[in-house]
């Protein structure tokens, strides 16, 4: 069947044989549903004018575009269909990799770290970053939270040498960043110990977004899965009274140490964002923390670039492709539920104004 | 980590990767390893339980077709203290015998109908092929006020759009306007298309 991406700066088009019910458009990384019953649409006659509609690029782009939509080597659905753990946020270097356990010692540790809220636009941030000829980024490495177990060599194997980083320097007199994207990082409490232990001079990146569209996104990404089955309003209704009960009794909380931030079926808890942001503000100067949203990322995305740019001491760099990654679909929220969170959230986001020293319109 | 009050143990196993465990209580100082596969209690909690009701010194109503591995990790966590009453039943004959050598804190019950326990904290059931729902509806008398229930259901039973039973439907909307439902957890990857229910109860 031929499936549309849904997201609007993309529109690709292509042909899919997987059995599962929703997929990742090859492009732009969105997911989507395919059943009928998780509310997808798939396409099959579509004009050809939609069709050749492509990025204008070297041989390079053309030739996954064509291995895109030939039907037997496409490798995207052969991925998707065999095996059930591909994900197209995974880390995809190996760091079992003979010749990175050998060079281990002599290599570098990273200059920056990218981490956000809940579908705030992290991943869509680390591309266009990774876009600049300076910059060497690595995504969802997830070192500092649920495999600290591991030691520090470990970690470094993931990036580039120190030999590599002086020879860049001397070819093309401007030196490299290297940086960790993992989106996950704000919301566990012990990470920013854990870094400044290792890292205590990086910079850090954070991408926080309007807390309801945050909330209302990741409930959708949950339902598409087939994770979550009752609609939203009971959601929030039910989370509500689970931070009640373990107020009033907090012996009935489970005592979880590594689990507790990622707690699966959490909404509201994950976008107390100045609850978090203390704990980072205790460890690191000012100066070394840099607060983007989502919503001026989305209005003008050269200005926010060009501000993390001379956050990071590199040359200015426009970017051409400026495709969207990770789009959700979704219907519109009820006007009683939203005012319910309005209401809920207020307190926590002129917390977080107090702390920044800054207002946001978030309370509308 | 341990504290006196602690009841399940977080253990390194590889990779980086945690293992649930409880302190054994017929041999002591000796954990025992609770595997997600086998217990849909222990797959609940790997997957983000939040509120959980089963403490030390609690009394449980337990019903369960597949008994063997949850009912041992069960009475570890309540202690000698606690009691965990199970109704006779035809599936369950078979494990009468091993659960007698297992614990003291267990005892069998011949009728729920009939029996005069009263004031039970959690009401444990597990019964995916049997009509569940009687049984919940039967024995809610003998949950305290502010009792908890948990039960495993049918993803398909909650999902609005997909099409299952009437009769099953009827029995998720029965049991929420009974009780009050705090957490609805998924136990996908350890067992598929299956829902583990967590409600609070207020007498009426």
Same mark, same amino acid.
């Given at each position: 069947?031929?499936?549309?991406?849904? %997201?609007?700066?993309?529109?690709?088009?292509?042909?899919?044989?997987?059995?599962?019910?929703?997929?990742?458009?090859?492009?732009?990384?969105?997911?989507?549903?395919?059943?009928?019953?998780?509310?997808?649409?798939?396409?099959?006659?579509? +004009?050809?004018?939609?069709?050749?509609?492509?990025?204008?690029?070297?041989?390079?782009?053309?030739?996954?575009?064509?291995? !895109?939509?030939?039907?037997?080597?496409?490798?995207?659905?052969?991925?998707?269909?065999?095996?059930?753990?591909?994900?197209?946020?995974?880390?995809?270097? %190996?760091?079992? %990799?003979?010749?990175?356990?050998?060079?281990?010692?002599? @290599?570098?540790?990273?200059?920056?770290?990218? =981490?956000?809220?809940?579908?705030?636009?992290? /991943?869509?941030?680390?591309?266009?970053?990774?876009?600049?000829?300076?910059?060497?980024?690595? @995504?969802?490495?997830?070192?500092?939270?649920?495999?600290? +177990?591991?030691?520090?060599?470990?970690?470094?194997?993931? $990036?580039?040498?120190? $030999?590599?980083?002086?020879?860049?320097?001397?070819?093309?007199?401007?030196? !490299?960043?290297?940086?960790?994207?993992?989106?996950?990082?704000?919301?566990?409490?012990?990470?920013?110990?854990?870094?400044?232990?290792?890292?205590?001079?990086?910079?850090?990146?954070? /991408?926080?977004?309007?807390?309801?569209?945050?909330?209302?996104?990741?409930?959708?990404? $949950? @339902?598409?899965?087939?994770?979550? +089955?009752?609609? =939203?309003?009971?959601?929030?209704?039910?989370? /509500?009274?689970?931070?009640?009960?373990?107020?009033?009794?907090?012996?009935? @909380?489970?005592?979880?140490?590594?689990?507790?931030?990622?707690?699966?079926?959490?909404?509201?808890?994950?976008?107390?964002?100045?609850?978090?942001?203390?704990?980072? !503000?205790?460890?690191?100067?000012?100066?070394?923390?840099?607060? !983007?949203?989502?919503?001026?990322?989305?209005?003008?995305?050269?200005?926010?670039?060009?501000?993390?740019?001379?956050?990071?001491?590199?040359?200015?760099?426009?970017?051409? %492709?400026?495709?969207?990654?990770?789009?959700?679909?979704?219907?519109? /929220?009820?006007?009683?539920?939203?005012?319910?969170?309005?209401?809920?959230?207020?307190?926590?986001?002129?917390?977080?104004?107090?702390?920044?020293?800054?207002?946001?319109?978030?309370?509308? | 980590?341990?504290?006196?009050?602690?009841?399940?143990?977080?253990?390194?196993?590889?990779?980086?990767?945690?293992?649930?465990?409880?302190?054994?209580?017929?041999?002591?100082?000796?954990?025992?390893?609770?595997?997600?596969?086998?217990?849909?209690?222990?797959?609940?909690?790997?997957?983000?339980?939040?509120?959980?009701?089963?403490?030390?010194?609690?009394?449980?109503?337990?019903?369960?077709?597949?008994?063997?591995?949850?009912?041992?990790?069960?009475?570890?966590?309540?202690?000698?203290?606690?009691?965990?009453?199970?109704?006779?039943?035809?599936?369950?004959?078979?494990?009468?015998?091993?659960?007698?050598?297992?614990?003291?804190?267990?005892?069998?019950?011949?009728?729920?109908?009939?029996?005069?326990?009263?004031?039970?904290?959690?009401?444990?059931?597990?019964?995916?092929?049997?009509?569940?729902?009687?049984?919940?509806?039967?024995?809610?008398?003998?949950?305290?006020?502010?009792?908890?229930? *948990?039960?495993?259901?049918?993803?398909?039973?909650?999902?609005?759009?997909?099409?299952?039973?009437?009769?099953?439907?009827?029995?998720?909307?029965?049991?929420?306007?009974?009780?009050?439902?705090?957490?609805?957890?998924?136990?996908?990857?350890?067992?598929?298309?299956?829902? *583990?229910?967590?409600?609070?109860?207020?007498?009426?």
């Amino acid at each position: 069947m031929k499936i549309k991406c849904h %997201n609007q700066t993309c529109q690709h088009v292509w042909e899919y044989n997987g059995k599962l019910p929703y997929t990742w458009c090859p492009l732009c990384t969105s997911k989507i549903p395919i059943s009928k019953q998780l509310g997808g649409e798939f396409v099959e006659n579509i +004009s050809k004018d939609t069709e050749t509609k492509s990025i204008k690029s070297p041989i390079k782009s053309r030739l996954k575009l064509w291995l !895109l939509e030939h039907p037997k080597f496409n490798f995207y659905n052969y991925l998707a269909k065999n095996d059930l753990s591909y994900e197209k946020g995974a880390n995809r270097i %190996n760091p079992y %990799n003979l010749f990175r356990i050998i060079t281990s010692s002599i @290599r570098v540790l990273p200059d920056f770290i990218l =981490f956000g809220g809940t579908r705030s636009g992290v /991943m869509t941030l680390t591309k266009y970053i990774q876009e600049h000829p300076n910059v060497y980024t690595v @995504r969802n490495v997830h070192f500092f939270e649920y495999t600290s +177990s591991n030691k520090v060599e470990w970690y470094k194997r993931h $990036f580039p040498t120190n $030999f590599y980083k002086n020879y860049f320097k001397l070819k093309h007199k401007q030196k !490299l960043v290297v940086g960790e994207s993992t989106g996950t990082y704000l919301f566990h409490s012990e990470v920013s110990k854990r870094i400044k232990e290792h890292i205590p001079n990086v910079k850090l990146i954070v /991408m926080l977004k309007n807390p309801i569209k945050s909330i209302y996104s990741r409930y959708y990404v $949950f @339902r598409n899965e087939g994770l979550e +089955s009752s609609s =939203f309003e009971d959601v929030i209704k039910m989370e /509500m009274e689970r931070i009640k009960i373990g107020d009033e009794r907090n012996e009935l @909380r489970i005592n979880n140490p590594e689990f507790g931030h990622i707690a699966n079926f959490n909404y509201l808890r994950h976008c107390y964002y100045a609850e978090k942001l203390k704990n980072w !503000l205790k460890e690191f100067k000012k100066e070394q923390i840099l607060i !983007l949203t989502n919503d001026e990322f989305n209005t003008d995305i050269d200005k926010t670039l060009k501000k993390t740019f001379e956050f990071l001491d590199l040359p200015n760099h426009t970017i051409k %492709n400026k495709i969207k990654h990770n789009v959700g679909k979704y219907p519109k /929220m009820h006007e009683s539920t939203r005012k319910l969170l309005v209401d809920y959230f207020r307190p926590h986001n002129q917390e977080l104004y107090n702390l920044i020293g800054k207002e946001l319109d978030w309370d509308k | 980590m341990s504290t006196n009050n602690q009841t399940i143990f977080w253990l390194s196993g590889e990779k980086g990767y945690k293992k649930i465990a409880t302190l054994n209580s017929s041999r002591k100082n000796e954990y025992r390893t609770w595997k997600p596969y086998r217990s849909k209690l222990a797959a609940a909690i790997l997957n983000g339980i939040e509120i959980f009701p089963i403490l030390k010194k609690s009394k449980i109503l337990y019903f369960d077709t597949f008994m063997e591995n949850t009912i041992n990790h069960i009475s570890d966590i309540i202690g000698e203290d606690g009691k965990i009453f199970v109704p006779k039943n035809n599936e369950t004959s078979n494990f009468l015998e091993k659960i007698k050598s297992n614990g003291t804190n267990i005892s069998l019950i011949n009728d729920i109908n009939k029996s005069t326990i009263d004031n039970v904290d959690v009401l444990y059931v597990d019964a995916l092929n049997q009509n569940y729902l009687d049984f919940v509806i039967n024995s809610k008398i003998h949950l305290k006020n502010g009792g908890y229930l *948990m039960l495993t259901i049918e993803t398909e039973d909650i999902f609005e759009n997909r099409n299952s039973n009437e009769q099953q439907k009827d029995g998720y909307k029965k049991i929420k306007s009974l009780f009050r439902i705090i957490q609805e957890i998924n136990l996908i990857p350890f067992f598929k298309g299956q829902v *583990m229910l967590i409600a609070k109860y207020y007498h009426s």
